[in-house]
């Protein structure tokens, strides 16, 4: 009888990757455990999705979207980051990829697994390998779309955490800019509590309406109270507010939306699609206030505006001071006047002239031109015209350039205003003045008996040496 031994396999573990499953077959709660055990992360995913491409590159991927960043997310942006691991035929080969996912995208965490990249090869050249630029490039449209699907509320917390990241992405991912673009939310005046979407917003546009209208701040009441919009909500016309520092950059990347550009309100040229009747009326009062627009351009503020015009954008302000088309308005002044690097003097677009805009129906606006033509020289004219100037600087989100001039000014305009003389001065009792002289003299005793007095002598005690008793 032969003995025969007969070994029997036992593959200990037979689950599939998760990955490799179809997705029907993976409920929440795997693709949760899943995601905490590859990213630490203590909380659920806020989204995902699972996928398979084919064509040019063939992989599986599943994508996390976390549901808070990470603390240091801005401080640390643009450096690379582990969060996608990358798979070959199964075979975990780096997570070390600096462009698996795109910068603003970076907080997207996942697994990919491919059998068309080469195993055999190092990590530096896989990452040179064109099929990867492919796999890159479907994994972003694949995020995009599962952020588009996100529910309302869930987006709601999406946006809270990474809404920055999507600004930054329309700025850096150019052929992707429509699809971030529809992700955007921003605070309008249509609604006081809730964003809205560049979508909705063109849903409720008025007819005939070619431009989004935005003002931007550094808050909310901010954007509403000021002078640009004034003519807007009057007219019912909807109005963004963009009120975070980078929202001024990321317009500037997306010149339209749907085939509507995007007009800032305290810029030139605002069209708010006047009646012929309206024209016609603003066409009287330009030959009316035509010297005054003179004087104010060539004498009063040639130093300060480019040219001074009648608003009709204004309602209740007397007066704004309005950016040209490629000019710095306000917000965008202070926000580069406050960067680390800049320049004491400020930029050439914060020191460029502005647009002086008057409201012809203010009542400062007709006395001022009632003073112009009565004496164009009188002090009160000037003093008036200065003013406006500086409010308008304030009102616009601009800063003075000369606080003391200013502050002179309006103690010129108070004594007017109050009666006051102008000649008289400042009359301070002597006796103040006496109090601290006196003060002085009587300190200087005090001061001189706390002098030490004057150290004498002392005199050095020479000890004499005893005789020894074997000398006496």
């Known amino acids: 009888m032969v003995e025969k031994t007969v070994y029997d396999w036992e593959a200990m573990n037979d689950n599939k990757p998760i990955w490799l ?9 795997d693709y949760t455990a899943f995601y ?5 992360d203590t909380e659920d995913p806020l989204a995902h999705v699972h996928f398979s491409a084919e064509g040019e590159v063939t992989f599986r991927s599943i994508l996390f979207v976390p549901k808070a960043a990470p603390h240091d997310l801005y401080q640390d942006y643009g450096k690379a980051v582990d969060n996608i691991k990358m798979y070959v035929k199964r075979v975990f080969i780096t997570d070390d990829f600096e462009e698996m996912m795109p910068k603003y995208l970076s907080f997207v965490k996942g697994v990919v697994d491919s059998d068309d990249l080469p195993l055999n090869v190092s990590r530096e050249t896989l990452q040179q390998n064109k099929l990867l630029r492919v796999i890159k490039k479907k994994l972003v449209r694949k995020a995009l779309d599962m952020l588009k699907k996100m529910s309302e509320e869930d987006y709601k917390k999406f946006y809270n955490e990474f809404g920055t990241n999507v600004k930054l992405g ?16 921003w605070q309008s005046s249509q609604d ?18 070619d431009h989004i209208y935005f003002m ?30 980078i929202d001024e950059y990321t317009i ?3 010149p339209e939306f749907e085939g509507k550009k995007f007009q800032n309100a305290a810029k030139e040229n605002l069209n708010l699609q006047e009646t012929d009747a309206a024209k016609e009326i603003m066409e009287k009062l330009g030959r009316e206030f035509d010297t ?6 060539e004498k009063v503020l040639s130093a300060g505006i480019d040219k001074a015009i009648l608003s009709t954008r204004l309602v209740e302000s007397p007066c704004a001071l309005v950016a040209t088309q490629y000019g710095y308005s306000g917000n965008m002044e202070r926000i580069m006047k406050s960067q680390a690097y800049a320049k004491a003097g400020g930029a050439d677009g914060a020191n460029a002239k502005k647009i002086l805009e008057l409201n012809p129906f203010h009542p400062l606006v007709k006395e001022l031109n009632a003073l112009f033509k009565a004496d164009e020289d009188s002090e009160a004219a000037k003093d008036l015209a200065g003013a406006l100037y500086d409010t308008a600087l304030l009102r616009s989100g601009y800063s003075l350039k000369d606080t003391t001039a200013f502050s002179s000014r309006m103690d010129k305009l108070l004594r007017r205003s109050f009666s006051i ?10 006796e103040l003045d006496a109090v601290v002289e006196e003060a002085v003299v009587a300190d200087e005793p005090a001061a001189e008996e706390a002098e030490p007095a004057e150290e004498q002598p002392v005199q050095e005690e020479v000890a004499t040496p005893e005789p020894a008793k074997d000398e006496l």
């Open 192 to 209: 006081a509590e809730e964003m809205t979407s560049l979508q909705s917003y063109l849903e409720r546009m008025k007819d005939k309406q």
């Open 216 to 245: 931007t701040g550094t808050n909310r009441v901010e954007c509403e109270k000021s002078p640009f919009v004034e003519a807007l909500l009057k007219k019912g016309y909807e109005v963004l507010y963009l009120v975070d520092p």
């Open 21 to 29: 499953r179809n997705a029907k077959e993976v409920d929440e709660a």
């Open 421 to 430: 003389d102008m000649e008289a001065k400042v009359e301070i009792p002597a």
């Open 170 to 185: 329309v700025m850096e991912d150019h052929s992707n800019r429509n699809r971030l673009a529809k992700l955007l939310r």
């Open 292 to 297: 005054l627009m003179n004087w104010l351009k």
């Open 252 to 254: 500037q990347n997306l």
């Open 36 to 40: 905490k055990s590859f990213s630490k």
